[in-house]
């Protein structure tokens, strides 16, 4: 069956909008939202969506994961999780307040798309949020999916391969 196309989308940590306004293009009928905790993010995604013409249907926003979301209700939220914080060490930190932060930002039965390198342990903190399942996995790179709807039925989704399920720790690739 085919997914219906989501109308309300959310790009946390938007950096300079690439996922956010790509899925403008794609979606001609949606409203994305793009957030970022750093000023020149902002400011380089919304110059970007002016430049794609989609500056109608992309408003771009300040927002620390930190904080609470400002709006709520989208029914899709595209992420790629900061896991650097100041330096190269992996600081997981601002990716787990983000995490938390989708149960706000989505509706009850909204979803995830997460890309992340595939050494990063983001499965077991995702799997609070709802079905978490891998549904790529290529040249580094693995594309998890959040279902929220299936909260519930708990941690049914992928676990994460190793202990390391929080905090700050070495990853051998660094993409960022
Ligand atoms: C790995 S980059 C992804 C950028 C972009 N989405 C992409 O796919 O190229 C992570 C982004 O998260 C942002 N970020 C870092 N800490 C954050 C926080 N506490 N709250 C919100 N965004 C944060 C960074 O400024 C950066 O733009």
Aim: proline share 7%; hydrophobic share 40%.
């Amino acid at each position: 069956m085919r997914e219906k196309a989501p109308k309300r989308l959310v790009d946390l940590g938007c950096g300079t909008g690439v996922l956010g306004l790509v899925a403008a293009r794609l979606l001609p009928e949606a409203e994305i939202l793009l957030v970022d905790a750093d000023a020149r993010a902002v400011e380089c995604a919304r110059r970007n969506a002016v430049r794609l013409g989609v500056e109608g249907r992309c408003r771009v926003l300040w927002w620390d994961a930190r904080e609470k979301p400002p709006e709520t209700g989208f029914d899709f939220a595209l992420v790629n999780p900061p896991f650097h914080h100041r330096g190269p060490e992996v600081d997981l930190a601002p990716a787990l307040a983000l995490f938390q932060s989708l149960a706000v930002w989505l509706k009850r039965n909204g979803r995830a798309l997460l890309v992340a390198n595939r050494t990063l342990p983001y499965e077991a903190p995702l799997a609070r949020q709802g079905e978490v399942v891998q549904v790529a996995d290529v040249r580094g790179y693995k594309l998890l999916s959040l279902n929220r709807s299936a909260r519930s039925s708990g941690a049914r989704g992928r676990k994460a391969p190793g202990p390391r399920s929080g905090g700050s720790s070495r990853s051998p690739i660094r993409s960022r």
